[in-house]
């Protein structure tokens, strides 16, 4: 019979076996709950390439040390110019979003997810979550007052309480942007100057980007000849990597924004649609990428309009619309665009779907108020 030799098996040592079996599967389902919280409760470090996951040893402005999961003594460092984001173990989930948000430059959304989080824990987290929360509250409230024109010196003076509160922080160069952008916002251009000036005294790569800032600078004081001369210079250097790429992306579209305000339209054109015809950076994370090739796109329909090119405008208009409709400012803009397109093109049932995403999707964006009374 099959099993039969259970049968002589004195009872006490059946009950023996039943109990060890029952401490080991016991045991197994412990070992496996511990390894998961290890993995939940591991700090990361999100790259353009990779997420890594350990113990974050040490954060600067310049640079994150991790000691990488399943290491004892490998502490690997990561500059600043390759973090997107950083994630400590004991952040609110909230906050978490809050930071995915803020890296898709959904400002309005990351304020709505920080509003989820208990201000309780904050208060006793550690100092790093802490400059974390600050970080994100600040530079979306900057950029909320930008947006906006509204509250712009109280926004500044967040950004500024968090630099000084946090002077370690891997943010610090992203803070002094935001802080620069407030005062040429502001038309404080001698002090924007002043602030991007402290961002060239970073890495090598920091140094492209403030040519790039001070590129914006002129163009915002309307010396756009000059401001596309330092955009070329961005363009040029012989530095690599994700971050110089798309620094060098930006540059080129300030640059076609400058031609645009000088009403060469053509060069506009030809200059987006050669950057477009080129490969986009390996590394860089397809949200930062949709970001900038949104933008190029609405600066493609914007030179198309002003020549007069309806059809080419259009088409421009909703790439935005339908390939990057996740960028909320280039967004609202594209819909904008196309409910006067569709409009003068004959098709008012079309214009009036665009017309009711646009103030149902974005409420609080000066493109939709343009289109609802009731908002003003």
Same mark, same amino acid.
């Given at each position: 019979m099959e099993y039969k030799y259970l049968e002589i098996l004195p009872r006490s040592i059946l009950r023996f076996i039943e109990v060890v079996l029952?401490? &080991?599967?016991?045991? %197994?389902?412990?070992?496996?709950c511990q390894n998961e919280a290890r993995v939940v409760a591991a700090d990361q470090v999100i790259t353009s390439?990779?997420?890594l996951f350990g113990k974050i040893e040490s954060v600067s402005t310049e640079a994150i040390r991790l000691l990488p999961r399943g290491s004892t003594n490998a502490v690997r460092e990561i500059g600043v110019t390759d973090v997107v984001m950083i994630q400590f173990s004991d952040e *609110?989930?909230?906050?978490?979003?809050?930071?995915? @948000?803020?890296i898709k430059n959904d400002f309005d959304g990351a304020l709505e997810a920080l509003e989820q989080v208990n201000e309780g824990e904050i208060?006793?987290?550690?100092?790093?979550? @802490?400059? +974390?929360?600050?970080?994100v509250r600040a530079v979306a409230v900057g950029?909320?007052?930008?947006?906006?024109?509204?509250?712009? *010196?109280s926004a500044l003076s967040s950004i500024e309480e968090v630099l000084d509160? !946090?002077?370690?922080?891997?943010?610090?160069?992203?803070? &002094?942007?935001?802080?620069?952008?407030?005062?040429?916002?502001?038309?404080?251009?001698?002090?924007a100057t002043a602030i991007y000036k402290k961002i060239s005294r970073g890495p090598p790569p920091m140094v492209v980007r403030a040519g790039r800032l001070q590129g914006n600078i002129l163009?915002?004081?309307? @010396?756009?000849? +000059?401001?596309?001369?330092?955009?070329?210079?961005?363009?040029?250097?012989?530095?690599?990597?994700? !971050?110089?790429?798309?620094?060098?992306?930006?540059? %080129?579209?300030?640059q076609a924004e400058s031609l645009i305000s000088l009403s060469r339209f053509d060069e506009a054109v030809s200059l987006i649609s050669s950057m477009l015809a080129e490969t986009y950076p390996e590394g860089e994370p397809v949200i930062a990428t949709n970001i900038l090739l949104g933008k190029a796109y609405s600066l493609l329909g914007q030179s198309f309009l002003e020549l007069k090119q309806d059809q080419d405008a259009l088409i421009a208009y909703l790439t935005v619309d339908l390939v990057y409709?996740?960028? *909320?400012?280039?967004?609202? +803009?594209?819909? !904008? @665009?196309? !409910?006067?397109?569709?409009?003068?093109g004959g098709y008012p049932r079309r214009s009036a779907e665009v017309r009711q995403r646009l103030i149902e999707a974005y409420p609080q964006s000066t493109w939709a108020a343009e289109l609802n009374p009731s908002a003003k």
């Open positions: 029952r401490s &080991l599967l016991i045991f %197994c389902i412990y070992a496996a390439k990779e997420t *609110p989930k909230n906050l978490i979003e809050a930071k995915k @948000r803020l208060q006793s987290a550690s100092v790093a979550v @802490r400059g +974390e929360y600050a970080y950029h909320v007052a930008m947006d906006t024109t509204k509250e712009l *010196p509160q !946090f002077t370690r922080s891997i943010h610090y160069y992203d803070l &002094l942007e935001t802080a620069g952008d407030l005062e040429r916002a502001l038309r404080r251009y001698d002090k163009a915002a004081e309307g @010396r756009h000849a +000059e401001a596309i001369a330092e955009y070329e210079k961005v363009q040029s250097t012989n530095l690599d990597g994700s !971050f110089i790429e798309q620094e060098k992306i930006m540059a %080129c579209l300030g409709g996740d960028v *909320p400012d280039t967004h609202a +803009e594209a819909l !904008f @665009r196309l !409910f006067h397109l569709w409009n003068k």
